[in-house]
């Protein structure tokens, strides 16, 4: 797969985070949405909110694309990307759910 093939919730995902748009970032998630870093785990809008203000457009990460690959699940992908900023600095993956054309689930693991 190449950036061609970025499903578009998860282009919202990298786009947003990078205009540091926390509006459209959240946008790009389900109401229902679970975010788990690294064991630390997040609900709902609410909590993808919280997590992007203490952990992603709040520390000025930005994302490089660097792969995609389908997951193990349909409507599932695991995306390499880069990170930098204030935060956490460097590349893994993140798996990707996605339902009705956003985000519905998002884990940051090594």
Known sequence: MTTNDIPTPIQAFIDATNRADSDAFVAAFTDDAYLNDWGREFRGRDGVRDW?????I???????????????????YVVTLKVSGNGYNGTGPMTFHLRDGLISSLRISG
């Not at 992007?52 to 992603?56: A, F, I, K, P, S």
């Not at 709040?58 to 599932?76: C, Y």
């Open 52 to 56: 992007d203000r203490t952990d992603n």
């Open 58 to 76: 709040g520390v000025q990460s930005r994302f490089e694309f660097k792969g995609i690959k389908p997951g193990a699940d349909p409507d599932s």
